[in-house]
């Protein structure tokens, strides 16, 4: 069963910092692509940032010059390092990996959730 560890949210003053992590682990045989989307209340689910495993990135709007996702890909793990954080800001974070099954079957799995708050 594929699991996915996130850990590094909590309470954070506006114009400070975080770092998520999110660690992969399980039959993932061929991973694509991990990322970063968030859910703030009453609204839907986004795209924050992804990366493929060859190292293409993208970035919401949002996080354009102020969050940076990297990835270790030995240890199936995701990063995102969150600077000048703003209210707006404010979500519960989830990671998603999505790949190859060994059978050639796309597949598509998301963490549990890690709350980001930002508030003075």
């Known amino acids: 069963q594929v699991q996915l560890e996130e850990s590094g949210g909590g309470l954070v003053q506006p114009g400070g910092s975080l770092r998520l992590s999110c660690a992969a682990s399980?039959?993932?045989?061929?991973?694509?692509?991990m990322g970063w989307y968030r859910q703030a209340p009453g609204k839907q689910r986004e795209l924050v940032a992804d990366?493929?495993?060859?190292?293409?990135?993208n970035y919401a709007d949002s996080a354009k010059g102020r969050f940076t996702i990297s990835r270790d890909n030995a240890k199936n793990t995701v990063y995102l390092q969150m600077n000048s954080l703003k209210p707006e800001d404010t979500a519960v974070y989830y990671c998603?990996?999505?790949?190859?099954?060994?059978?050639?079957?796309?597949?598509?799995?998301w963490g549990q959730g890690t709350q980001v708050t930002v508030s003075s």
């Open positions: 399980g039959s993932l045989f061929s991973i694509n692509a």
């Open positions: 998603n990996v999505d790949g190859l099954s060994r059978w050639g079957r796309p597949y598509e799995y």
């Open positions: 990366i493929t495993t060859g190292g293409r990135i």
